[in-house]
């Protein structure tokens, strides 16, 4: 699943650890975080947010 990543603080939402500290369980797809989801660390909103493109997976696909 992709993360995505903070574009204030850089924190990253892993969707195979979720976001427990804001109610979100661990295997939540980012899609499935509700609209009014905020950064646990800076209360950045979900629109703040930018998919990390991993560029080895890309590598590895051509
Ligand atoms: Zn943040």
Redesign the pocket.
């Known amino acids: 699943m992709e993360k995505f990543v903070?574009d204030?603080?850089?924190?990253e939402y892993d969707p195979e650890y979720g976001a427990p500290e804001v109610g979100i369980a661990p295997g939540t797809p980012w899609e499935e975080v509700p609209d009014d989801f905020e950064?646990p660390?800076?209360?950045?909103e979900k629109i703040?947010f930018t998919q990390d493109v991993d560029y080895y997976e890309i590598y590895k696909r051509g």
């Open positions: 903070c204030v603080c850089g924190w950064c660390f800076c209360r950045a703040q």
